[in-house]
């Protein structure tokens, strides 16, 4: 009952005051339109694009999607879109002033947002006062990283490549040394193929047809066939690791000049034609709202004020 009566003392006090509580209100509406008119707030216009992550070699156990994220959101790109886009003009930032690159990275932050979408995909979205600018920014953002895993892929790639053909120089050396060495056994021990000899001449021995030059090159063998056997198996074994590593430099010296894109983009960004802030009807509500409670409290106020003096 006691809160009854207090609720109907509210409304009375309501009554009573209205018009006052009512031009509170509509002042607090129109300053709001007047304040939140584009010559106070500047009005910003948002551009967007979604792409997924293609020709990406993940460096650890994260996926590709979070990978071109850490990516998209590194110093790297945010610098050279800084540089590009002249963003300390652009936002009237000096940029000489003590403090003024964290400013700008907060304007950065706040007006270019990348995220990953529930479906495993990359949003970019930039907020800017001229829509082109913003949808210039987006396809510069997907550019810029392009780019920078281009030049990452291309650095390894180099390094794989002056690693494998210094291998490739040395296996060669080895190569030839070593052909050198069965040459000699060939030239001057007549060792040429130890099945085939082997057989051909202790055949001849054994029937008596054998010649001096037949008995010596079975000695040979005899002396210097496993020397031999050794040689010729480090020689092939050789050929095939300077084979695997030739193909390894082909590759690399293939990926260090090759021009490719490492994102899908699904959805392209274009200059938006509405404005997404401010929202000026529900600055209007939010201020009629708050002007109105605030009118309330005032004569609740004053009312307060009246009864003891009354009393």
Not at 148 to 167: D, G, Q
Request: aromatic content about 10%; overall charge negative; charged content about 25%.
């Amino acid at each position: 009952m006691e809160s009854y009566f207090k609720t109907k003392s509210i409304f009375k006090i309501i009554s009573k005051w209205k018009w006052h509580i009512l031009i509170i209100t509509v002042v607090a509406t129109i300053l709001s339109i007047v304040f939140s008119a584009p010559y106070f707030i500047h009005p910003k216009y948002k551009s967007s694009a979604t792409l997924y992550p293609a020709n990406i070699v993940c460096y650890s156990d994260e996926s590709e999607s979070e990978q071109m994220l850490e990516i998209m959101t590194s110093d790297d790109i945010k610098f050279s879109i800084i540089e590009q886009y002249d963003l300390y003009e652009h936002y009237y930032l000096d940029s000489t002033a003590n403090g003024s690159l964290a400013k700008m990275m907060k304007y950065y932050d706040d007006n270019v947002i990348i995220e990953k979408t529930p479906n495993d995909a990359v949003k970019i979205t930039v907020c800017d006062e001229d829509p082109q600018v913003a949808a210039n920014m987006v396809n510069s953002i997907i550019e810029c990283f392009d780019n920078l895993v281009l030049k990452n892929n291309a650095e390894k790639s180099e390094e794989l490549f002056t690693i494998y053909s210094c291998s490739l120089k040395e296996k060669a050396h080895v190569i030839d040394s070593l052909s050198d060495l069965l040459k000699k056994y060939g030239t001057e021990y007549g060792m040429i193929d130890e099945k085939s000899q082997t057989r051909a001449y202790s055949e001849a021995v054994a029937q008596g047809r054998a010649s001096g030059d037949a008995t010596t090159i079975l000695n040979n063998w005899q002396e210097y066939g496993a020397e031999y056997k050794k040689t010729d198996s480090l020689l092939n074994n050789t050929i095939l690791r300077y084979n695997r590593d030739l193909k390894v430099c082909e590759d690399a010296k293939r990926d260090m000049n090759k021009k490719q894109t490492f994102s899908n983009v699904i959805s392209k960004p274009y200059p938006a034609d509405k404005k997404f802030y401010p929202v000026r009807w529900l600055i209007a509500l939010l201020s009629a709202i708050g002007g109105c409670l605030i009118g309330i409290l005032a004569v609740a106020i004053i009312e307060g004020c009246r009864k003891p003096k009354e009393e």
